[in-house]
């Protein structure tokens, strides 16, 4: 009788503890924020892509930077922003994945500025936006983007070492992408497409297409990710949109607007 009595109310006090407790999960994961990684690629002593009166490091910081004030004013804490970069420093592409990943980002944001090579008699005229998710390149031009971006990694000391001997200008090397399963690759294509339409639509930039290829911060960061390349600073006429003022908010609201589209799918509860 009295065992019975100490289980009964044992079991009276897990019931009353049991739903409080779930109840204060349910509401710290409904509050937990979304972590948005934004990625403004190269700095410091890595200019990225230069064209005739800019360059692209400047460009994307100014951009990305623009971007997370348009979350921080529209969903204050609800969207945490993190930042790989926010003044002109190098950062290696495998700290950049680190620092999403630290984070527990729930999507990674890389903004980048396209050229092409300097011999290719096209690249004054070649204009237009492309977004990438990882994949595994179904054109050389692809390729080509990706080896750009990948090569870096050149410029730091022991690159081979951490990046496991991995040679971003053989294109052997990037076997390691197509044999990869992107468990995120449905998020990430939602995320492209939105972006691509955005920056077409809203931004006016040419439709370059949501491309694939194998990007190492896209490969080593372990959350929905993109790559976006704004457009081409090789022209001159895309260049004069890309370093202004006016040209660099488009293009952030343009990602802005892709981001509210897909936090709606995403978090439909939320504020
Ligand atoms: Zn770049």
Redesign the pocket.
């Known amino acids: 009788m009295r065992i019975r009595t100490i289980i009964l109310a044992a079991s009276l006090i897990i019931g009353a503890v049991g739903p409080l407790w779930a109840r204060t999960s349910d509401k710290s994961a409904a509050q937990k924020p979304f972590t948005l990684v934004l990625d403004p690629?190269?700095g410091g002593k890595d200019s990225?892509?230069v064209g005739d009166i800019s360059n692209?490091?400047t460009i994307?910081l100014n951009v990305a930077k623009m971007l997370g004030e348009m979350v921080k004013e529209a969903y204050g804490d609800s969207v945490k922003t993190v930042f790989t970069r926010n003044s002109d420093t190098f950062i290696s592409l495998q700290e950049r994945a680190n620092i999403a990943n630290r984070a527990g980002g729930d999507f990674f944001v890389?903004i980048?500025?396209?050229s092409v090579d300097k011999r290719s008699p096209g690249r004054r005229n070649i204009t237009g936006a492309s977004v990438y998710t990882l994949g595994l390149h179904k054109s050389e031009n692809n390729l080509g983007v990706a080896m750009?971006?990948n090569a870096?990694m050149e410029l730091e000391e022991d690159f081979s070492e951490t990046y496991q001997g991995f040679d971003p200008n053989s294109s052997e090397s990037y076997i390691i992408f197509e044999l990869s399963q992107d468990a995120n690759i449905k998020q990430s294509l939602e995320m492209a497409s939105l972006m691509q339409g955005q920056l077409t639509g809203y931004a006016g930039r040419a439709d370059k297409d949501v491309r694939q290829a194998g990007f190492w911060v896209l490969w080593s960061t372990s959350m929905p990710s993109v790559l976006v390349?704004l457009d081409f600073i090789c022209n001159p006429q895309a260049e004069r949109f890309l370093a202004s003022k006016n040209g660099q908010k488009k293009c952030a609201e343009a990602l802005f607007r892709a981001f509210k589209e897909y936090y709606r799918h995403h978090r439909p509860n939320a504020s």
């Open positions: 690629g190269h990225g892509c692209e490091k994307v890389s980048h500025v396209n750009r971006e870096v390349e």
